[in-house]
């Protein structure tokens, strides 16, 4: 955990959206991290390769993503300018909970410029803070009479119960194709009704669609909630332990507890 704990919370993150407040909430995982770090990543089915090491993993093929370092420069610089952007309605969740992740903290608050109210925890809406997530973020997105964008992978198929006006889809593995769904989807973003909710799920393409909605003040509500979104799109949870916890505590395949807050 940080020696300095966020002040930014999820009921700070409620009482944002319940006022009225647009705002654009990003967050740099582990993912994020490596592609910053210029380290080699894959994700794909059976095989993960990461921070070095090869690991094998029960994602599916919506989750998978190839990042080749020199190779694919301009995520990585667009993702760097998500990181140093600094601004009243944009926070940023960085790494938390597990040992390992204390290098990556402090890579983004110096990259942040120290601490400040707008950081947070990247798994501000996971772990166990999910159970809030989908008890008290999904009703107000389901009632919202504003207009409710997803953005997600290309095989979402969305729960009818789910109250959205669009769904703006992106390939699985984007990473090769980026500068051209980069343009594609901000296209879609730039014609979006005025203070639309926009919910991405679209890994490191969130941070980048993020900061463009912040940088050029376009007055939406942005909210990267990653694999938080899965049971509403149509994902199973086997690979993602804190959806089959059901937002209850329980010890991660890292060997740390999570905690609420």
Request: one cysteine or more.
């Amino acid at each position: 955990m940080c020696k300095s704990e966020p002040v930014f919370t999820f009921g700070s993150f409620m009482d944002r959206l319940i006022e009225g407040r647009n705002f654009v909430f990003v967050r740099f995982s582990d993912g994020e991290l490596e592609v910053l770090k210029n380290r080699e990543l894959v994700i794909a089915e059976g095989k993960t390769q990461f921070r070095g090491e090869g690991f094998s993993n029960d994602f599916d093929k919506h989750d998978s993503k190839v990042y080749i370092p020199n190779k694919m420069d301009s995520l990585r610089r667009d993702l760097l300018a998500s990181l140093v952007h600094r601004s009243d309605n944009y926070i940023k969740g960085i790494p938390s909970a597990h040992v390992s992740a204390e290098i990556d903290q402090d890579y983004c608050l110096r990259m942040n410029g120290g601490m400040d109210d707008n950081i947070t925890y990247a798994d501000l809406l996971i772990n166990w803070n999910y159970g809030k997530f989908r008890d008290k973020f999904i009703p107000y997105v389901c009632a919202s009479d504003k207009n409710v964008v997803v953005i997600a992978n290309e095989n979402s198929v969305v729960d009818k119960l789910f109250n959205i006006n669009k769904l703006i889809t992106v390939p699985s593995n984007f990473f090769p194709e980026y500068a051209t769904e980069k343009s594609r989807v901000i296209e879609e973003i730039d014609s979006l009704e005025p203070e639309s909710i926009i919910l991405s799920s679209a890994s490191s393409l969130s941070n980048v669609l993020g900061h463009y909605v912040s940088s050029n003040n376009l007055g939406h509500t942005f909210v990267d909630v990653g694999s938080a979104i899965n049971p509403y799109l149509g994902f199973g949870s086997t690979a993602r332990e804190f959806l089959q916890s059901n937002g209850k505590p329980y010890i991660s395949h890292f060997g740390y507890s999570n905690y609420e807050w």
